[in-house]
């Protein structure tokens, strides 16, 4: 999939903006792969929109405010339990706010999915990614005293314990396709690929069908060099394989497989998007 220059610079131009990015769309959507969707979109908006700007606005709160309206947008499709979308947050001042750990925030991330929007929003600007509360109002649309009161109502529902429940066990198919990869065997990977098969490399290109088996193609040139590792496992509860690098022990990017039965369906592999592997992700290996 080739890409114009413009679309090339504008990439080059909000790259150290995108793990910012990421950071905030994950905990607006309980996941970091769907958070991943919504700064694509994010990204796809803010550049098609330029076009129409007789002059470029400041790049991070604008970017912030395209992220959050999208965000909510992917909310109001797919509605998550216990989630009550709000359209507005009442504009009702509250006491001092007091400072809370960031370690602490970005370890409720279970508890994130359980606040309104406007709530999660709020403290995901304002306490986990530092923006001020009048960046944090730019980037809902809202007033301070608004971001004030989501803020005191958010802060009192994270309790400072809280945890991320444990994944699910991991489906034999997928620890399957890890020792496949492991043992660099190719055709046995290429065996699994059906006319249907789609294969997402995440900000990078699109295949579908035969042309997913050059997918290995390209791996069998890089992980020997590169010194892959493939382990499966659950991804804040999704399951997904986790890529090592180079004997490390911290996973350097995520790939997920979807199948139709024991054939892939889709491969979603996030080897150009790492930053997702360093936005708080919790990988938990499958048994056995």
Not at 247 to 269: C, K, L, S, T
Request: with cysteine; net charge negative; proline share 7%.
């Amino acid at each position: 999939m080739s890409t114009s220059p413009d679309l090339d610079r504008f990439h080059a131009l909000v790259a150290h903006l995108r793990p910012k990015l990421h950071r905030y769309c994950a905990r607006m959507t309980g996941s970091v792969f769907d958070g991943e969707d919504v700064v694509q979109d994010t990204l796809a908006k803010a550049f098609y929109a330029l076009a129409t700007l007789d002059e470029p606005p400041p790049l991070e709160p604008w970017l912030f405010r395209i992220a959050h309206n999208t965000a909510m947008d992917f909310l109001r499709r797919y509605e998550r339990k216990h989630v009550d979308l709000v359209a507005e947050v009442p504009d009702v001042t509250g006491p001092e706010e007091r400072e809370v750990d960031p370690t602490l925030v970005e370890a409720a991330l279970g508890v994130f999915a359980e606040l309104p929007p406007a709530q999660r929003s709020a403290i995901v600007l304002k306490d986990v990614l530092g923006l001020t509360l009048e960046e944090t109002a730019g980037a809902m649309g809202t007033t301070v005293p608004a971001v004030s009161s989501a803020l005191q109502r958010a802060r009192a529902r994270v309790p400072r314990d809280a945890d991320a429940p444990r994944p699910p066990e991991i489906d034999a198919r997928l620890r399957h396709y890890a020792r496949l990869f492991d043992a660099r065997d190719w055709d046995a990977l290429r065996a699994l690929v059906t006319e249907e098969s789609r294969l997402d490399l995440v900000s990078r290109a699109q295949r579908r069908g035969a042309r997913v088996a050059e997918y290995w193609s390209r791996y069998a040139e890089i992980a020997p060099r590169e010194r892959l590792r493939a382990v499966a496992g659950s991804v804040d509860g999704v399951p997904a394989i986790a890529m090592f690098r180079d004997g490390g022990d911290r996973p350097a990017y995520f790939v997920r497989v979807e199948w139709d039965g024991d054939r892939i369906a889709q491969i979603r592999d996030y080897y150009y998007v790492p930053n997702i592997a360093d936005e708080g992700a919790r990988f938990t290996p499958s048994d056995g």
